[in-house]
Structures are given as structure tokens and as C-alpha cells.
């Protein structure tokens, strides 16, 4: 027995929840970013089964593509963007978008860089285009933002539009200063969220977050949050955890978050997101005998 196995606690699951919420980055991939082949049976295991599954991510639709591939992208219902954008998909239905509007952004862009000019800031747009004020080369740019050169716009070319998310980071250091002043000048229409190492942000409107963006999505089939399993390990899951009433922690996860989780499954390493639901499946399937 690891540590991991000892460290697990998970409720009984003498119900079938009536949905599925899971973070990707640290939850449902490994260390590597790879997604095992065990956690991805078990999710389209629980698609076959009729329970819901949502996607509940920062990144933007191509990477949850690219990473998670068409199968379980197509299956799963998908929360991007840090609920600035989501998509129902069966038993699920129903859309949702959050934009920053123009003017804000442009003050927003203003503000970051006079206190710091050399930091990175992407503007994701519709899950597939965004801009930036420090482009990439072509292999860096699929590597790190799975993306294609006619993806990436300049700064400039990407303020036609609104985006949904402002992220912001590059520098390797902690940046909490920024949030901040985000908040200070604007926290009454947009929120910050950081993560566990304070040097990157995400910056959306207040009335997109991951918890906000679920609930709207399970409305379509009129279900709560109050049987609905989160699995979540940092930062920006917080308030997705925080909503629902089956909250999991990753053995991995940072201390905020296994402080407001009652349960906890193993690391990103060790499947921890296939524990979980593995032992879903086993109670539904007993439950059908």
C-alpha cells in the first residue's frame, strides 16, 4: 500500500451522482500532461452510463482538444476559460460566454503593463483564436499553447474582438502585486484567480467562474450541485469544490484545497480521477443487479 492508497478517503457513493465535475491540469493528467489510458475508460465508462461529465478547466478549447483528444472532447461536456465559455453536451445542453468588454480590456492591458512592461499577457478569445503581446514561434506555440500560427494574433488585432479571459504571467516570480491592483481598480465587475505558485494569473469577468458556468449547464437537465462529485487539486478549482456537494481533493492537491474537500482520492500520478469513478461505476452497476 503507497501513501497515496492510505491518504484516500471517498464516500460510498449509495446514490449515483447525478453529475461529474473534473479539472484537468494536475487532476485528470499526470505530471507529464498525459492522460492515462485507465482515467479516460472510466470517463467514457461513466458517458456510456448516462452520468454527466464536465470538463472544468483555465484552458481554452483547442488545448482541451489537443491534450484530452476528440473522444472524451466530444463526450464530455466542457467548462473553458475558467467558466468564461461552456458547452452542454448530452444528457447535458445548453451554452454559455462571458466577455470582458473592450474598453475594459484595453484599461486592463494599460494598467498590467505600466506596472509591469516585460510580463506576458494572452487574451483568449473564442477557444481558438487569441492574442498576445509576445508571440511565439511555431514549435513553441503548439507546445505550450497548442496552437497553430493562425491562431495568434497581436495584442492590437485581438482588442477587435471581446475576450473571455485575460492570462497573464511569463515573469517567474510571484506577481500577487498585479492581482491586487486588478482588484483594487476593477473588482467590481472582474475577479482574479491565481494558482498555488502566485506566477500566473487568470482574469475574467466576476460572473464567469467554474462553479457558476456548472450550475448553468446542469439547469438544462434541472440538477443542483448539491450530488454533484468536483475533483479538483489547485487554486481555480476552488470555488467549483467549494459549490458542490461531493467535493474530492487530488492527493497532489495544494493545502487550500484539501482543506475545503471532505474527501480525497490518489494523485494525478496514480489515477486518481479513475478511483473515483471506478468505484462509481462499481455502486451503479450493484445497483442495476
Not at 25 to 40: A, I, K, P, V
Not at 58 to 77: H, P, Y
Not at 226 to 241: E, H, K, R, S, T
Amino acid at each position: 500500500m503507497n501513501q497515496d492508497d492510505r491518504q484516500i478517503k471517498l464516500p460510498e457513493f449509495l446514490v449515483c451522482p447525478d453529475a461529474i465535475a473534473i479539472d484537468i491540469d494536475g487532476t485528470l493528467l499526470d505530471s507529464q500532461s498525459r492522460l492515462s489510458e485507465r482515467n479516460s475508460a472510466a470517463i467514457l465508462s461513466c458517458i456510456t452510463q448516462r452520468i454527466p461529465v464536465v470538463i472544468a478547466t483555465s484552458r481554452a478549447a483547442r488545448s482541451v482538444r489537443r491534450l484530452l483528444g476528440k473522444d472524451i472532447t466530444n463526450a464530455c461536456s466542457l467548462i473553458t476559460q475558467n467558466g468564461a465559455m461552456g458547452i452542454g453536451r448530452p444528457p447535458l445542453s445548453g451554452q454559455a460566454r462571458e466577455k470582458i468588454p473592450r474598453r475594459l480590456a484595453a484599461d486592463l492591458i494599460t494598467a498590467v503593463l505600466e506596472m509591469e512592461p516585460e510580463i506576458r499577457i494572452t487574451l483568449e478569445l473564442d477557444g481558438e483564436l487569441f492574442g498576445t503581446n509576445q508571440p511565439r514561434d511555431p514549435i513553441t506555440l503548439w507546445e505550450v499553447n497548442s496552437a497553430t500560427p493562425d491562431m495568434q494574433l497581436t495584442i492590437e488585432e485581438a482588442m477587435k474582438y471581446e475576450p473571455g479571459k485575460f492570462a497573464l504571467g511569463g515573469l517567474n516570480r510571484d506577481i500577487t502585486h498585479v492581482a491586487d491592483m486588478i482588484l483594487q481598480r476593477y473588482g467590481r465587475s472582474l475577479t482574479v484567480v491565481g494558482e498555488a505558485g502566485r506566477t500566473f494569473l487568470n482574469v475574467t469577468m466576476k460572473t464567469a467562474s467554474k462553479s457558476a458556468t456548472l450550475r448553468r449547464l446542469l439547469q438544462s437537465q434541472n440538477i443542483s450541485l448539491q450530488n454533484v462529485v468536483a475533483i479538483g487539486d489547485d487554486l481555480p478549482d476552488f470555488d467549483m469544490l467549494s459549490a458542490c456537494g461531493i467535493p474530492i481533493a487530488m492527493a497532489n492537491a495544494v493545502p487550500e484545497i484539501k482543506a475545503v474537500c471532505r474527501y480525497h482520492t490518489a494523485s494525478n500520478n496514480d489515477n486518481g480521477v479513475a478511483v473515483v469513478l471506478e468505484k462509481i461505476l462499481d455502486r451503479t452497476e450493484r445497483n442495476m443487479e
